[in-house]
Each structure stands twice: as structure tokens, then as C-alpha cells.
């Protein structure tokens, strides 16, 4: 191999090995902007703790506790913005959810 061609191969090599192991020594992603349906956050063991997705009406955050059980839900349901709120035993502290509204509520709900 010539000097020249060695100035060639060398810096390429490095190169891809460098492109190949990125991934392996920085294990973030950094970006303006996420598009996605839905995106799960795990604990360690496996758990589902943050869940985001389209949900029925809209947008859904589901908050769980550590055995991926839900904490807090906040969605879109049909009548408004609702937050449910569950018990440490997984039951629902609520006879309704409790909806948000952008106006004061309707007056009747059919």
C-alpha cells in the first residue's frame, strides 16, 4: 500500500468505526421536535411508569406507579379535559372524572 493510499484508508476506517460505536458510548437523543403515536417510559424492571398516546378522544398521559399501575390520568375525553386519579390499590378515587373545561361547563350534558 502507497503512503497516499494509506492516507486514503486509514481516515475512513477510524471514521466508521467512530459512526459505528457513537451509539454505544453516547446513549441520548437530543432533538427540537418528536413525532410519534405513542412513547412509553420504563423503569428499570420493566414497568410501564409515563405513557403517552392518542387515546380515545385525544391525547392521554398515563402516570403509574411502580408495578405499571395507574397513578394519575389526564385525557381528552368527550365533554372536556379529564383528570382521573387511582388509589394505591389501583381503584379509582373517582365516581366521575373530573373534566376541564376552556368556557364555564355546558349547561345540561345530553
Known amino acids: 500500500m502507497t503512503h497516499r ?7 475512513l476506517l477510524f471514521l466508521s468505526l467512530g459512526v459505528a460505536l457513537r451509539d454505544k458510548f453516547v446513549p441520548t437523543l437530543e432533538a ?5 403515536r405513542g ?17 380515545r378522544h385525544g391525547g392521554r398521559l398515563e402516570l403509574n406507579d411502580g408495578q405499571g399501575r395507574p397513578l394519575v390520568i389526564l385525557e381528552r375525553g368527550a365533554k372536556g379535559g379529564a383528570v382521573i386519579t ?4 389501583g381503584e379509582s378515587r373517582n365516581l ?12 345540561s350534558d345530553p
Open 32 to 36: 427540537d421536535l418528536i413525532r410519534c
Open 96 to 107: 366521575e372524572p373530573t373534566y376541564l373545561y376552556d368556557t364555564a361547563p355546558p349547561e
Open 5 to 11: 493510499e494509506r492516507w486514503t484508508v486509514y481516515p
Open 39 to 55: 412513547m412509553v417510559v420504563t423503569g428499570a424492571d420493566g414497568a410501564d411508569l409515563v405513557r403517552l398516546d392518542g387515546g
Open 86 to 89: 387511582y388509589n394505591s390499590r
